[in-house]
Nanobody, 124 residues
Framework: QVQLVESGGGLVQAGGSLRLSCATS????????MGWFRQAPGQEREFVAA????????RYADSVKGRFTISRVYAKNTVYLQMNSLKPEDTAVYYC?????????????????WGQGTQVTVSS
């Protein structure tokens, strides 16, 4: 059974930092791209960042570029999202996802597996 499990969310003040983790299990994701998305109340799920599992190439949404960093550790089958200089508008549920096409897509429809999400709340 394929599982993506996010952790690391919480409440932080504006300007603070959080690191989200996404632990994968149940299959080998060696050819998958891994992405982070977020969804605020009443809004559509939006792309945040993505990374190729093997090559380490990354892509970011303009709104987080320079503040967020996506990375992965093969040995731990884990993908991370380091979030610095957080803003109240970053408040959302953050989801980890895996894409079998291996492309760094911004489209939610290109991702095959999803985690349950972790809440990030940034207070002003």
């Amino acid at each position: 059974q394929v599982q993506l499990v996010e952790s690391g969310g919480g409440l932080v003040q504006a300007g603070g930092s959080l690191r989200l983790s996404c632990a994968t299990s149940g299959r080998a994701f060696s050819n998958y791209a891994m992405g982070w998305f977020r969804q605020a109340p009443g809004q559509e799920r939006e792309f945040v960042a993505a990374i190729t599992w093997s090559g380490g190439t990354t892509r970011y949404a303009d709104s987080v570029k320079g503040r967020f960093t996506i990375s992965r550790v093969y040995a731990k089958n884990t993908v991370y999202l380091q979030m610095n200089s957080l803003k109240p508008e970053d408040t959302a549920v953050y989801y980890c996802a895996a894409a079998s096409l291996g492309l760094l897509s911004r489209d939610v429809n290109n991702y095959d597996y999803w985690g349950q999400g972790t809440q990030v709340t940034v207070s002003s």
